[in-house]
């Protein structure tokens, strides 16, 4: 979660720039001080959460002398456009 959260502050940097600074501000359990961005770190934990991948049905592919699941890296990479993400690179 940790790289989610940093990813959460950089996009508050990105919106808002040094306005933001002292809202990033946590108490000693981790939340924010600041009301407005503990509830948008909470939507934004819930939307990473909300993700999910429909990769379909695996083939089997034969690694180290066992068969494991394996899905191609094409049928990946279409699942993951399909749920509205972006890969690496794309940009």
Known sequence: MEE???QF????NKKF???IDQRICKNSDGDYMAWDMQ????????????IAVNLGKPIYVK????YIHAWPAYN????IRAAGLTVKGDR
């Open 63 to 66: 690694h180290n002398g066992d």
């Open 4 to 6: 989610s959260r940093k």
């Open 39 to 50: 509830v948008a770190w909470w939507a934004w934990q819930e939307s990473r959460l909300a």
């Open 17 to 19: 720039g040094d306005l």
């Open 9 to 12: 502050e950089l996009e508050i």
């Open 76 to 79: 990946v990479d279409i699942a």
